[in-house]
């Protein structure tokens, strides 16, 4: 069993930065893909971004390519996503998420409780 904590969301204005985190763990947490996706109010959850669990590769979708980053840390369970000029339509709940590669973009195996990330325009 994976378990998936997210922190770091929040209230930003238009064309801010933010950077919200995973931290994994459990027994096999380490060899499983990270992702990011995320749930907008009426809409249906969509996917954001991964990373291999080396970091050697990642996939950012192409509704935030340029402006969000996703990495992994170091030495630790645990994702980054940078995300750089925020824009209102950006505004959603963000789950971490976890998988193998082959899944984790469209099916992961475990999912966090998600974190607010509200931009206001």
């Known amino acids: 069993q994976v378990q998936l904590v997210e922190s770091g969301g929040g209230l930003v204005q238009a064309g801010d930065s933010l950077r919200i985190s995973c931290a994994a763990s459990?027994?096999?947490?380490?060899?499983?893909?990270m992702g990011w996706f995320r749930q907008a109010p009426g809409k249906e959850r969509e996917f954001v971004a991964a990373?291999?669990?080396?970091?050697?590769?990642?996939y950012t979708a192409d509704s935030v390519k340029g402006r969000f980053t996703i990495s992994r840390v170091n030495g630790k369970n645990m994702v980054n996503l940078q995300m750089n000029s925020l824009k209102a339509e950006d505004t959603a709940v963000y789950y971490c998420?976890?998988?193998?590669?082959?899944?984790?973009?469209?099916?992961?195996?475990?999912w966090g409780q998600g974190t607010q990330v509200t931009v206001s325009s």
């Open positions: 998420a976890a998988g193998p590669w082959g899944l984790v973009r469209t099916n992961p195996n475990y």
């Open positions: 459990g027994r096999t947490a380490s060899n499983y893909a």
């Open positions: 990373i291999t669990w080396g970091g050697g590769t990642t």
